[in-house]
């Protein structure tokens, strides 16, 4: 059926960068707008980025802003997450999600499939 993987996580230090990847099965990619979010361990899971079906419009949490880039790949059925300027408050566990495509939504309970997420630590 639907699954999203996401690989990428690691152990970095500040200022380091990080590609996330998520692949897609079971689902018409392009047919789907994708997310990413994230949670800390004792925090609630927020928005990180989304992109639109055919990636023409992205957007990004204040948080993330001018150091990650999302993108995708609809003929891999894949997004990725480019992330730089790492912080140590980037520390979580980053999942990718997919949405039925309308407004743009930051909302975790809009989004249909999820991954299992893959774990980003950055050391101070």
């Known amino acids: 059926q639907v699954q999203l993987v996401e690989s990428g996580g690691g152990l970095v230090q500040a200022g380091d960068s990080l590609r996330l990847s998520c692949l897609t099965s079971?689902?018409?990619?392009?047919?789907?707008?994708m997310g990413w979010f994230r949670q800390a361990p004792g925090k609630e899971r927020e928005f990180v980025a989304d992109i639109s079906r055919l990636g023409t419009s992205t957007h990004y949490a204040d948080s993330v802003k001018g150091r990650f880039t999302i993108s995708r790949d609809n003929a891999k059925n894949a997004v990725s997450l480019q992330m730089s300027s790492l912080k140590p408050e980037d520390t979580a566990v980053y999942y990718c999600a997919a949405r039925r495509p309308t407004i743009s939504s930051t909302t975790p309970t809009d989004y249909n499939y999820w991954g299992q997420g893959t774990q980003v630590t950055v050391s101070s």
């Open positions: 079971g689902l018409t990619f392009s047919n789907w707008a």
